[in-house]
């Protein structure tokens, strides 16, 4: 695996791969790999010749307030799990090779970031996100690109980015990979202590209660989210959000009549957690 750091360096690689007529995917990261991550690794070495991942704790998605600092960063553990999955380029720039001096683009989605987490963390977020998904796009060029679903509102933003700017791109969802216990796999799980850790997985119980409430039958979203409401309750977990909305369009729903995303945002202990379950309308 080449560990390379320079758009030209990435650029050559892929350019001289595309030559052997070879496919690329993409699996852009932040970092602090887990079994989700990893799985991306697999999907995209499954599916492609060329298998690039990008490791860059982007600074422009995250909040005045957020976690940049604290963002658990050993690219030395990483590379290693990424070599072990067969990836071939590990691309992992300085803050300066992506915004230089004088940068000043930014790629906003209007509609679909206005809530759930766009709310919650404030407009810039997906911002941030839209903007650096959209350069990885244009420096490596893939075929495919994988995210996952456990951040499925910036799913469908980098879909919407993509159709929007006619992006040859396809984007791959894979499904959310959890803990034994059901918690969702994520960077942020270091910040749980033993306790918080516990109280987490009723995140998860409370998503997997209120899609049991909808396969019984159930319509009504008050109803279906009042199932979820109670177990966090139970937990002592007051949620920053726990909606149920369009899963393609985010709108808010009454009735679960097509898929809906039941979503869900807390701070459980020293971590900021999110969660999803797609409510099934067939279901
Ligand atoms: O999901 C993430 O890790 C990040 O939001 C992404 C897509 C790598 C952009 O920085």
Same mark, same amino acid.
């Given at each position: =695996? $080449? *560990?390379?750091?320079? !758009?030209?360096?990435?650029?050559?690689?892929?350019?001289?791969?595309?030559?052997?007529?070879?496919?690329?995917?993409?699996?852009?990261? =932040?970092?602090?790999?887990?079994?989700?991550?990893? #799985?991306?690794?697999?999907?995209?070495?499954?599916? $492609?010749? +060329?298998?690039?991942?990008?490791?860059?704790?982007?600074?422009?998605?995250?909040?005045?307030?957020?976690?940049?600092?604290?963002?658990?960063?050993?690219?030395?553990?990483?590379?290693?799990?990424?070599?072990?999955?067969?990836?071939?380029? +590990?691309?992992?720039?300085?803050?300066?090779? !992506?915004?230089?001096?004088?940068?000043?683009? $930014? *790629?906003?989605?209007?509609? +679909?970031?206005?809530?759930?987490?766009?709310?919650?963390?404030?407009?810039?977020?997906?911002?941030?996100?839209?903007?650096?998904?959209?350069?990885?796009?244009? *420096?490596?060029?893939?075929?495919?690109?994988?995210?996952?679903?456990?951040?499925?509102?910036?799913?469908?933003?980098?879909?919407?980015?993509?159709?929007?700017?006619?992006?040859?791109?396809?984007?791959?969802?894979?499904? !959310?990979?959890?803990?034994?216990?059901?918690?969702? =796999?994520?960077?942020?799980?270091?910040?749980?202590?033993?306790?918080?850790?516990?109280?987490?997985?009723?995140?998860?119980?409370?998503?997997?209660?209120?899609? #049991?409430?909808?396969?019984?039958?159930?319509?009504?979203?008050?109803? !279906?989210? #009042?199932?979820?409401?109670?177990?966090?309750?139970?937990a002592g977990i007051t949620p920053e959000y726990?909606?149920?909305?369009?899963?393609?369009?985010?709108?808010?729903?009454?009735?679960?009549?097509?898929?809906?995303? +039941?979503?869900?945002?807390?701070?459980?202990?020293?971590?900021?957690? *999110?969660?999803?379950?797609?409510?099934?309308?067939?279901?």
């Amino acid at each position: =695996m $080449n *560990i390379l750091r320079t !758009i030209p360096e990435v650029r050559a690689a892929v350019h001289a791969a595309r030559h052997e007529r070879k496919t690329v995917g993409l699996v852009p990261t =932040m970092g602090a790999f887990h079994e989700g991550h990893l #799985s991306l690794m697999r999907r995209a070495r499954e599916q $492609n010749d +060329l298998v690039v991942v990008s490791l860059f704790v982007n600074p422009t998605q995250f909040g005045a307030n957020e976690d940049l600092g604290a963002y658990p960063r050993d690219e030395a553990r990483d590379a290693a799990l990424a070599e072990a999955e067969g990836v071939d380029i +590990l691309f992992a720039p300085a803050a300066s090779e !992506i915004y230089p001096d004088g940068f000043a683009t $930014n *790629i906003h989605v209007a509609g +679909l970031t206005d809530v759930l987490d766009g709310a919650a963390r404030g407009p810039r977020h997906f911002d941030g996100v839209a903007t650096v998904v959209t350069k990885l796009f244009g *420096i490596v060029r893939p075929d495919v690109a994988y995210f996952g679903q456990k951040d499925a509102q910036q799913v469908l933003v980098v879909r919407r980015v993509v159709r929007d700017l006619d992006l040859d791109v396809r984007i791959e969802a894979c499904p !959310i990979v959890r803990e034994a216990d059901g918690l969702a =796999m994520s960077s942020r799980n270091v910040y749980l202590d033993a306790d918080a850790r516990a109280q987490a997985t009723a995140l998860n119980r409370a998503l997997d209660a209120a899609a #049991s409430v909808c396969e019984a039958g159930e319509r009504d979203a008050d109803s !279906i989210l #009042s199932a979820a409401q109670r177990v966090l309750a139970e937990a002592g977990i007051t949620p920053e959000y726990l909606e149920l909305r369009d899963a393609s369009t985010l709108e808010t729903v009454t009735r679960v009549e097509n898929d809906a995303l +039941l979503a869900v945002a807390a701070r459980v202990g020293a971590a900021r957690l *999110i969660d999803n379950h797609t409510l099934k309308a067939s279901a």
